[in-house]
């Protein structure tokens, strides 16, 4: 089973940017219900796509106080506990992050390996990717970022 991903989230100043699980120092970040980590957002609506288990947001609602600020990497385990009770495992999984700053290159391993971790998987079998918008539209604004993740399931008996 293949799955998609997309999350988008406003920009704003003074507030925390987590990104694939990394804490980066950043003068602007993500504002959400969560931690706000639009990279792992979208991984977890591809894993959940994959699997037929709905969506991040009918999962974990931004409605319900338990998850407010609630760590991504939490949700991403969450996810991929529902995915093994429904008797799949992840294959691999390929994202994107677009956003105009700051720039991801030195965490982009971490981001790898926090997700492999968490999915069981080698980091090989992870790409994290990132670039911009050329300064178009709200992200080229910086007043929000962007991200797209897909991945591959299989079942147990495959």
């Known amino acids: 089973m293949v799955g998609f991903g997309y999350d988008v989230?406003?920009?704003?100043?003074?507030?925390?940017?987590?990104l694939g699980g990394v804490a980066i120092s950043s003068p602007i970040g993500t504002v959400a219900h969560s931690d706000?980590?639009?990279?792992?957002?979208?991984?977890?609506?591809?894993?959940?796509?994959?699997?037929g288990l709905g969506d991040i947001g009918e999962q974990f609602p931004d409605t319900q106080e338990e998850y407010r600020g609630i760590s991504?990497?939490?949700?991403?385990?969450?996810v991929v506990s529902m995915i093994a009770?429904?008797?799949?495992?992840?294959?691999?999984?390929?994202c994107t992050l677009v956003m105009e700053a700051p720039k991801i290159s030195p965490y982009k391993l971490l981001m790898r390996q926090?997700?492999?971790?968490?999915?069981?998987?080698?980091?090989?079998?992870?790409?994290?990717k990132a670039t911009t918008s050329e300064k178009l539209?709200?992200?080229?604004?910086?007043?929000?970022?962007?991200?797209?993740a897909v991945c591959m399931l299989r079942t147990?008996?495959?």
């Open 114 to 128: 926090n997700i492999a971790t968490v999915c069981a998987l080698p980091v090989e079998r992870v790409a994290v």
């Open 9 to 18: 989230h406003r920009l704003a100043e003074g507030e925390s940017l987590v």
């Open 36 to 51: 706000g980590d639009v990279l792992l957002h979208a991984v977890c609506d591809a894993l959940l796509g994959a699997a």
């Open 156 to 158: 147990r008996n495959e």
């Open 72 to 78: 991504s990497m939490e949700l991403l385990a969450r």
């Open 137 to 148: 539209g709200f992200v080229g604004a910086k007043q929000g970022a962007q991200a797209y």
């Open 85 to 94: 009770q429904a008797g799949m495992s992840v294959v691999n999984i390929d």
